[in-house]
């Protein structure tokens, strides 16, 4: 008979145990990106035409409503045009190949990122008490919401506002804006990505709360630090305009201080269950 095999304490696992059973998660989570890059690769048209390219087009959705606020207070210049300035090409041999390759793998991993959070969860959840299992029941969905809201944000906000300015800025009527492939690509893959991670921001607090290393005075206290530092953050991912580093800062505000309160409601939880023990 087979016999039938039966997962380890993790009391009882040695660090060389701990090791093995993390790589088959990380394996895990790399076939499901790599699930997700196929799918992707197999959509050329749609991921590039449609969605990397969208920003490129003077009816993307983000620059139309741009354009009817700038038409309502009388800005019609600002964000109202026919098409961007600029062209994109390709200057190597396997430039479009390697640009349809890591696309393919982003996009792979923005479609994955459920699973690949799962699997995450799923390597530090046996270490964890039953109460702190319970309370963390939906990390998995607030994780990849906060995350997809992000991504989200970065598509339609940022990376038209930096595709915008960036494709329409010349030093001179003599030069004419031929963009790389990989740059206008690297471009977008940034923006995306590091909006999404941004947007991270309430879970990270939530485990540094879990583990000690924050607490909501200490939050409150260097607020004035961390607006310093969103704005910086604003500027590296945004065009070196006022009005997009505003657009961006406004939502990374605000979800400091949904983090701030998400911090308070660990405290008092972690708090409480400390009293209820010394009461016992």
Request: charged share 20%; hydrophobic share 50%.
């Amino acid at each position: 008979m087979a016999k039938t095999k039966t997962k380890k304490n993790p009391d009882d696992m040695s660090f060389l145990d701990h090791l093995e059973d993390l790589r088959w998660h990380l394996l895990r989570a790399t076939l499901a990106i790599m699930i997700g890059g196929a799918i992707a690769f197999g959509l050329k048209s749609f991921i590039f035409d449609v969605i990397i390219f969208g920003p490129k087009r003077a009816d993307f959705y983000t620059y139309r409503l741009l354009c009817n606020i700038s038409e309502y207070f009388g800005l019609q210049e600002s964000f109202c045009f026919d098409e961007l300035p600029f062209r994109i090409q390709s200057r190597t041999m396997a430039g479009q190949f390697s640009a349809h390759i890591w696309t393919s793998i982003t996009a792979g991993f923005i479609i994955a990122f459920p699973y690949v959070i799962y699997q995450f969860w799923a390597f530090i959840a046996p270490g964890l008490q039953s109460t702190e299992k319970k309370s963390a029941r939906g990390f998995i969905f607030v994780t990849s919401f906060l995350f997809f809201l992000g991504v989200l944000f970065g598509y339609y906000v940022i990376t038209p506002l930096s595709v915008n300015f960036l494709g329409s800025y010349t030093v001179s009527t003599e030069v004419f804006n031929d963009f790389d492939l990989s740059s206008y690509i690297g471009l977008v893959r940034a923006s995306v990505l590091a909006s999404g991670l941004i947007f991270e921001l309430p879970v990270i607090i939530y485990f540094l709360t879990k583990v000690g290393l924050v607490t909501p005075e200490f939050l409150r206290k260097n607020r004035k630090y961390s607006l310093v530092f969103i704005l910086i953050i604003s500027a590296l991912i945004t065009p070196p305009d006022i009005a997009s580093q505003v657009i961006v800062a406004i939502p990374v505000l605000v979800l400091y201080e949904v983090s701030i309160f998400i911090s308070k409601l660990v405290l008092r939880k972690q708090r409480k269950q400390e009293k209820q023990k010394t009461n016992k």
